[in-house]
T-cell receptor, first 113, second 114 residues
Framework: AQSVAQPEDQVNVAEGNPLTVKCTYS??????LFWYVQYPNRGLQFLLK??????LVKGSYGFEAEFNKSQTSFHLKKPSALVSDSALYFC???????????FGTGTRLLVSP | DTGVSQDPRHKITKRGQNVTFRCDPI?????LYWYRQTLGQGPEFLTY????????KSRLLSDRFSAERPKGSFSTLEIQRTEQGDSAMYLC????????????FGPGTRLTVT
């Protein structure tokens, strides 16, 4: 069965500093990996995805993520955090041959001025 | 706005009543998904349509839940005989097909069962 773990409930970072939000996954076959962001009272917004190819993928708003097959991880990163990045971030995995996304429990990112 | 839309945005109902939610996907997206999100959790998959065919259903979708997508356009999710445990955010998403893997989500319908 597919699963996603986001080990940190909350990540605190000062504005201008780099940020990392961690994600590990478990699937039987090849994974399709995604990051979404959720602002209060809003739906999920797609940030980026890994399907195949280069392990470093770039997405919206300056975010990027690194796929590491040996560590089964897909950590979200940004070189310089903004206060406006404060939100709830979800990692999700989709297994080849299936359509459903399996989400982690989310990590709240708090960027302080 | 060409995004996924959901109606209503909020619904308060009494236990035992039936409720129906509507989702309008992004135009020409042939794949449509329903998820449920409770407080402090990530979204959980409920069901998936490709055009009008319902191809995947979660075990979470009990007999009280039914979803339809007539003519492969909008979709409805009905919950019969609501229970307090049904209180959640119900999210709809759509995607365009084989070469597009990401799903685009609507704003959700927040259901409160009293």
């Amino acid at each position: 069965a597919q699963s996603v773990a986001q080990p940190e409930d909350q990540v605190n970072v000062a504005e201008g500093n780099p940020l990392t939000v961690k994600c590990t996954y478990s699937v039987s076959g090849n994974p399709y990996l995604f990051w979404y962001v959720q602002y209060p009272n809003r739906g999920l917004q797609f940030l980026l995805k890994y399907i195949t190819g280069d392990n470093l993928v770039k997405g919206s708003y300056g975010f990027e993520a690194e796929f590491n097959k040996s560590q089964t991880s897909f950590h979200l990163k940004k070189p310089s955090a903004l206060v406006s990045d404060s939100a709830l971030y979800f990692c999700a995995v989709r297994e080849t041959g299936f359509q459903k996304l399996v989400f982690g429990t989310g990590t709240r990112l708090l960027v302080s001025p | 706005d060409t995004g996924v839309s959901q109606d209503p945005r909020h619904k308060i109902t009494k236990r035992g009543q039936n409720v129906t939610f509507r989702c309008d996907p992004i135009s020409e997206h042939n794949r449509l998904y329903w998820y449920r999100q409770t407080l402090g959790q990530g979204p959980e998959f409920l069901t998936y349509f490709q055009n009008e065919a319902q191809l995947e259903k979660s075990r979470l979708l009990s007999d009280r839940f039914s979803a339809e997508r007539p003519k492969g356009s909008f979709s409805t999710l009905e919950i019969q005989r609501t229970e307090q445990g049904d209180s959640a955010m119900y999210l709809c998403a759509s995607s365009s097909g084989i070469l597009t893997y990401e799903q685009y989500f609507g704003p959700g319908t927040r259901l409160t069962v009293t």
